[in-house]
């Protein structure tokens, strides 16, 4: 399967092209700095391109199966543009050239339901803090962008992990179109389901979906330290793929 990864050189979206390839498919991997792209192989071609241009996203797009975005950006207090200005380009340029299948991230924050099982610190301080100051003009954008693909004539899935961490592997994680217990996804695991979306036949196609990682899970405290002082990697309570 051709499939095209925007963001591919974020650590989910690293994770995504070295996953995907290892399974046979092959990968456009779209980076502004194809020097510092570390994932190469037979199965890889990497393109330079900004996600801002559409005529360049539309070139990447073009003769796909599948489009993959795990794009992202880090929290901060000014204005975030690139989820929707970048998924406008996507959108389009897959209309323009025929392409269905569209799978991206966002947060669990946006489902806006309490988090099953959290305590009332959590639920009423702790998270909504997190949503309505520290990550606000980045989850302002992400609702943007969500309205823009709930919106396409496509075949879209979107992934709502929660807070990113690194791991080794991938585990036996959890996915539900309803909010599921649990603060964390492990960037593995959170590639691995991008992946298994894109490639799977009918797979949760036009839904919502949170992805949940249950074992060997780091604190709260963790990953908002690891976010105020500007340690990138992808959503929820860290912003960027």
């Not at 290892?22 to 391109?49: D, I, N, W, Y």
């Amino acid at each position: 399967m051709n499939i095209v990864v925007f963001g591919a050189n974020g650590p989910t979206g690293r994770l995504v092209v070295k996953q995907a390839s290892a399974a046979g498919h092959v990968l456009t991997a779209v980076t502004r700095h194809p020097e510092s792209f570390p994932v190469r192989g037979p199965q890889v071609r990497v393109v330079t391109a900004d996600v801002r241009d559409p005529d360049a996203v539309e070139h990447a797009v073009t003769g796909q199966d599948a489009v993959i975005s795990a794009l992202g950006v880090p929290f901060s207090r000014k204005p975030v543009s690139l989820y929707s200005g970048g998924m406008t380009h996507i959108t389009q340029g897959m209309t323009r050239r025929g392409v269905r299948r569209l799978v991206c991230v966002t947060s669990t924050v946006l489902f806006e339901t309490p988090a099953p099982g959290e305590t009332f610190l959590f639920r009423k301080v702790l998270e909504p803090g997190l949503a309505r100051v520290l990550g606000r003009t980045v989850y302002g954008d992400m609702r943007r962008m969500e309205e823009i693909v709930r919106t396409a004539d496509l075949d879209w899935t979107i992934l709502r992990p929660g807070g990113l961490f690194d791991a080794e592997e991938v585990s036996d994680y959890q996915v539900g179109t309803e909010r599921l217990p649990g603060r964390y996804t492990a960037r593995p695991d959170l590639a691995h389901e991008l992946v298994s979306q894109a490639v799977e036949k009918r797979r949760h196609v036009r839904a919502f979906v949170d992805v949940r990682t249950t074992q060997d899970t780091p604190s709260f405290l963790d990953l908002i330290r690891k976010e105020a002082f500007g340690d990138r990697g992808p959503a929820g309570a860290t912003a960027s793929r």
